[in-house]
């Protein structure tokens, strides 16, 4: 059910002592081919952490053998130095493999600003590299050593039509606002494929899916989403099925992302309906769901749809085209307001169920966008303002 | 010290029944003239309550003599009804002054998508008008009346270079993050100004005031600031002396705005320098203040640089050109970031005053920008969370 679920792959996480807990904080994952190649889409801020500097000119000719992943520090804002310590961890795990450093993409998480302890980091690639393992087991154990302020490993798997197989682990609770991939996320698969082919999967599928969750709006400097394909299956696979495939597990990783949003009571779902265009649809629902007003009332049960309208309103006209005396609102199955006034006593709207279902339509064109969020809640303040991270 | 601190002005503030706690929610400020000059702003959403509509077609002629404001019901999102419901407002008050409909000016705040109890509204201000004072205390008993979830009462007054008064009184605690104007604000002056004088020094001041705080990114339906000059004092005024006044109070009522933000426990200041263009500073600076996590860590004591650097990374570079590898960080004046790296320690930082002070070099030119905004803490999640507002 992970990265080690199609063949050709082997997985490993353990305790390498980055983190003070002791709890795992290195990952390994590695494609035994008989094919490397690989494709990776990467964070839109202009902030770029050294493992995505390091990954992105790695990734470029569309091969890679490994990914070496660590949390307990996110490698970002280091400088030269903070490049040159992801240059040597992947020269170090492409020794340990019999590889090329060139084929080695690193992925860190953690706190920004600080420099990683090398040996401790090191050592941990020895320690995983030593229990590398196909098995389910070392998959899970990969997911695990990723987890920062996640409370439960990420991960999926999926078969697609003929035969091949996509799995995939993730990592990411907070600062989970993407654009163009979130978090750390490996994505494997057994089917045979070109480089071209898998980047174009990938794409499409993180465009709708790790692009339409957005926790808190704020995009992390190290945000990194990999596919590996080792064509072990033997089984050749079109654009089409892969990016079903790859959509598939990145749906379920990415639903996974916002379920475990730091502090969240309720996942929020803003379907925005009869939009001008898809944009437009999309620039609606992320404004709502990152309403901090609308955010707060949805964590006290509170169907304030208000918030929702004054959300909306605050779209330019210009991204997208809609008249604010025609749009309808429903808050799980109820339509609270209807054409720019009120509709059913809010009272109707049960507001218990984990999942909150947010419907604004546009009364403008056909177009449909959507994205999932996660209320704002006291436990979100505290793990924000007690911690570093 | 407030909006009857200038000659040629009543005021006064009355409990009418609209909100339940038997709080004052109603209050008028009445301009006894000569003049019945006025100039007013009002909310970018373009989602925009009955009384923004009403108001904002009222004094397209430069001219107000009253103006009448309520809590306990934003009158937003109420259709042509509730329209109706302002228009009938500024009837029912022109009557009670002897004045034209189209001269009274109607403010409303409050929550949205429910119509105005029309009756306690239409007795509250007859019995406001049965109390208009020139005094302070009617100045402040208006000032009470618009209060929703503020905890202090904001007024503030001037006294310009010639001799002449400006003053003011705001409200807002919430859905704070103005676009051409903020909350409920009403100013006046004694200057003899015409309209357009009053127009042009009214947008320069909220430019630089209103439009500088932002609580919660959050911006609402019914944002107002209004201008009325009454001339009262005989002394004319330029563009610049009034602009220089006007701004004063706006300033000193903007600064209020965000010390009273809701659950607040640190007003934060956010100055970016050294960019291209006064636009570009402004937008890091806005992207800053609208981090739930760099408000999460200074609501934490937390100097987390990391979080401020991520967010500055989140701004295109068409709209703000800087190197990220250039950027530097201060935190109440401690450089934690330099040049995009590690600087001083971060335990070197002082956050226990009130106030924060965030300062972001982007070394890329000579242009400066800031913004007032405060933390993100557990009594604001309690406060929206708990409450229908």
């Given at each position: 059910?992970?990265?080690?679920t199609?063949?050709?792959?082997r997985?490993?996480?353990?305790?390498?002592?980055?983190?003070?807990?002791?709890?795992?904080?290195?990952?390994?994952?590695?494609?035994?081919?008989?094919?490397?190649?690989?494709?990776?889409?990467?964070?839109?801020?202009r902030?770029?952490?050294?493992?995505?500097?390091?990954?992105?000119?790695?990734?470029?000719?569309?091969?890679?053998?490994?990914?070496v992943?660590?949390?307990?520090?996110?490698?970002?804002?280091?400088?030269?130095?903070?490049?040159?310590?992801?240059h040597?961890?992947?020269?170090?795990?492409?020794?340990?493999?019999?590889?090329s450093?060139?084929?080695?993409?690193?992925?860190?998480?953690?706190?920004?600003?600080?420099?990683?302890?090398?040996?401790?980091?090191?050592?941990?690639?020895?320690?995983?590299?030593a229990?590398?393992?196909?098995d389910?087991?070392?998959?899970?154990?990969?997911?695990?050593?990723?987890?920062?302020?996640?409370?439960?490993?990420?991960?999926?798997?999926?078969?697609?039509?003929?035969?091949?197989?996509?799995?995939?682990?993730?990592?990411?609770?907070?600062?989970?606002?993407?654009?163009?991939?979130?978090?750390?996320?490996v994505?494997t698969?057994?089917a045979v494929?070109?480089?071209?082919?898998?980047?174009?999967?990938?794409?499409?599928?993180?465009?709708?899916?790790?692009?339409?969750?957005?926790?808190?709006?704020?995009?992390?400097?190290?945000?990194?989403?990999?596919?590996l394909?080792?064509?072990?299956?033997?089984?050749?696979?079109?654009?089409?099925?892969l990016?079903?495939?790859?959509?598939?597990?990145?749906?379920?990783?990415?639903?996974?992302?916002?379920?475990?949003?730091e502090?969240?009571?309720?996942?929020?779902?803003?379907?925005?309906?009869?939009?001008?265009?898809?944009?437009?649809?999309?620039?609606?629902?992320?404004?709502?769901?990152?309403?901090?007003?609308?955010?707060?009332?949805?964590?006290?049960?509170?169907?304030?749809?208000?918030?929702?309208?004054?959300?909306?309103?605050?779209?330019?006209?210009?991204?997208?085209?809609?008249?604010?005396?025609?749009?309808s609102?429903?808050?799980n199955?109820?339509q609270?307001c209807?054409?720019?006034?009120?509709?059913?006593?809010?009272?109707?709207?049960?507001?218990t169920?984990?999942?909150?279902?947010v419907?604004?339509?546009?009364?403008?064109?056909?177009a449909?966008?959507?994205?999932?969020?996660?209320?704002?809640?006291h436990?979100?303040?505290?793990e924000n303002?007690?911690?570093?991270?």
């Amino acid at each position: 059910m992970s990265v080690t679920t199609p063949q050709g792959f082997r997985a490993a996480g353990v305790p390498a002592g980055l983190k003070s807990t002791g709890a795992p904080d290195v990952a390994l994952v590695v494609n035994d081919g008989p094919l490397d190649v690989a494709a990776a889409v990467f964070t839109g801020n202009r902030v770029q952490a050294a493992p995505v500097q390091w990954s992105r000119q790695a990734v470029a000719d569309g091969r890679a053998t490994a990914v070496v992943l660590n949390s307990g520090g996110a490698n970002a804002c280091t400088g030269p130095e903070g490049f040159a310590d992801s240059h040597r961890t992947a020269e170090h795990v492409a020794a340990l493999l019999e590889a090329s450093a060139q084929d080695v993409l690193v992925c860190s998480t953690g706190l920004i600003g600080v420099r990683l302890p090398m040996d401790t980091l090191l050592a941990g690639t020895d320690a995983a590299a030593a229990v590398l393992g196909a098995d389910a087991a070392s998959g899970e154990a990969a997911a695990h050593a990723i987890m920062t302020t996640d409370t439960v490993a990420k991960t999926a798997s999926t078969t697609t039509a003929s035969g091949a197989v996509v799995g995939g682990i993730a990592k990411g609770a907070g600062m989970l606002a993407p654009q163009l991939a979130t978090m750390l996320v490996v994505l494997t698969t057994d089917a045979v494929v070109d480089a071209t082919t898998a980047d174009a999967a990938l794409r499409a599928a993180t465009a709708v899916t790790f692009d339409r969750v957005d926790s808190d709006a704020c995009m992390s400097t190290n945000d990194t989403v990999i596919l590996l394909a080792s064509g072990a299956s033997g089984i050749e696979v079109s654009l089409e099925e892969l990016a079903d495939g790859v959509r598939e597990v990145s749906g379920v990783l990415a639903r996974a992302l916002v379920a475990d949003a730091e502090g969240a009571s309720h996942d929020v779902h803003v379907v925005v309906t009869s939009a001008t265009t898809e944009v437009a649809a999309l620039a609606v629902a992320r404004e709502i769901s990152r309403s901090n007003l609308v955010k707060t009332a949805i964590a006290g049960n509170d169907p304030n749809w208000g918030r929702i309208v004054a959300a909306a309103g605050c779209v330019p006209e210009s991204v997208a085209p809609y008249d604010p005396a025609q749009l309808s609102v429903r808050v799980n199955g109820v339509q609270v307001c209807r054409a720019g006034e009120v509709g059913e006593p809010r009272e109707l709207v049960d507001m218990t169920p984990r999942e909150t279902l947010v419907e604004v339509d546009l009364a403008a064109g056909t177009a449909t966008g959507d994205i999932w969020t996660n209320d704002l809640t006291h436990a979100y303040v505290e793990e924000n303002s007690a911690y570093s991270s």
